[in-house]
């Protein structure tokens, strides 16, 4: 996953849904990171991103309920 997310990270890249808990463990080992720095020239510009990890499983749903009242007004 790391290999393929590099490219598209411009911002804080967030890591959530049930594919965190998965991986936690690739994050955690440095595995992920590796990957996903691993990707010249772009290197130092992938350094400067923060990735992060959501492991609260209703993440989601609350997203869902924040955006509904934003376009409720």
Do not use: C
């Not at 959530?16 to 991986?23: S, Y």
């Not at 440095?30 to 290197?43: H, N, Q, S, Y």
């Not at 510009?45 to 209703?58: F, G, H, K, W």
Request: charged share 20%; net charge neutral; aromatic share 6%.
């Amino acid at each position: 996953m790391g290999r393929t997310w590099g490219p598209t990270a411009m911002e804080d890249q967030y890591i959530g849904g049930g594919i965190a808990p998965k991986i936690l463990p690739a994050i955690e080992s440095g595995r992920f990171m590796t990957a996903f720095l691993d990707k010249e020239p772009m290197v130092d510009l992938l350094r400067t991103i923060p990735v992060r990890v959501i492991l609260n499983s209703s993440a989601g749903l609350l997203g869902a309920a924040v955006r509904a009242s934003v376009l409720e007004g």
